[in-house]
């Protein structure tokens, strides 16, 4: 284990089976709506790429960069870093997460995939901290749900660092205090 972590909170092995459970779920809704599954940079990306392996459906793969965190506390502002690649008007869009805390920057990106047209816009995402949520936003498939803790590896950071830990694990206080 990393010597910044405090305690693992979900394996590699447990990620992974939670992530085959929300493929096979996925797959029922999504078998024959072509959908675009949409990673949200940088935090999505292992938990996206494990996804889509098990997602043995027709689909289309794209990515969305926004930015709202420095430091362990959401701003509550979120801006566009990189935009998509394609056009979501009259596509079912799945948005991939890494956790969802506030919301708020999920509640932008609905907003601006509605905007641009898409037909449906629903949420997958590993980790949901339904404590701490300011905008109304209910992902429809949730990994786990966790408390109010900072927890990073398995794509989260905490500036920048961690996102390559195989396993989401909870960060020493002392490391951000
Ligand atoms: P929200 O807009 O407050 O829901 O924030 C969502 C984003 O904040 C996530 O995609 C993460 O990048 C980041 N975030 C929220 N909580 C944590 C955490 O516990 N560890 C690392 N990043 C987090």
Same mark, same amino acid.
């Given at each position: 284990?990393?010597?910044?972590?405090?305690?693992?909170?979900?394996?590699?092995?447990?990620?992974?089976?939670?992530?085959? =459970?929300?493929?096979?779920? @996925?797959?029922?809704?999504?078998?024959? #709506?072509?959908?675009?599954?949409?990673? *949200? &940079?940088?935090g999505?990306?292992?938990?996206?790429?494990?996804?889509?392996?098990?997602?043995?459906?027709?689909?289309?793969?794209?990515?969305?960069?926004v930015s709202s965190y420095e430091g362990t506390v959401s701003t509550g502002d979120v801006r566009?870093v990189?935009?998509?690649?394609?056009?979501?008007?009259?596509?079912?869009?799945?948005?991939?997460?890494?956790?969802?805390d506030t919301?708020r920057t999920? =509640?932008?990106?609905?907003? @601006?995939?509605?905007?641009?047209?898409? #037909?449906?816009?629903?949420?997958?995402? *590993? &980790?949901?901290?339904?404590?701490?949520?300011?905008?109304?936003?209910?992902?429809?498939?949730?990994?786990?749900?966790?408390?109010?803790?900072f927890?990073?590896?398995?794509?989260?950071d905490y500036n920048e660092k961690?996102?390559?830990?195989?396993?989401?694990?909870?960060?020493?206080?002392?490391?951000y205090?």
């Open positions: 284990m990393h010597q910044d972590i405090d305690k693992i909170l979900f394996s590699q092995e447990e990620i992974e089976a939670k992530t085959a =459970e929300l493929a096979v779920q @996925l797959k029922t809704e999504y078998a024959d #709506k072509k959908p675009i599954l949409l990673g *949200l &940079l940088k999505s990306m292992m938990f996206m790429a494990e996804l889509m392996k098990k997602l043995d459906i027709d689909l289309q793969v794209d990515f969305l960069d566009i990189k935009d998509l690649g394609m056009s979501v008007r009259d596509r079912h869009v799945l948005i991939a997460e890494d956790i969802v919301g999920l =509640e932008k990106v609905i907003e @601006l995939l509605r905007n641009r047209g898409a #037909k449906t816009v629903e949420m997958v995402t *590993l &980790l949901d901290k339904p404590e701490t949520r300011k905008a109304p936003i209910a992902a429809k498939y949730v990994g786990f749900m966790i408390p109010k803790l927890v990073v590896g398995y794509g989260l961690y996102r390559n830990l195989p396993y989401i694990g909870i960060l020493k206080v002392s490391v205090t």
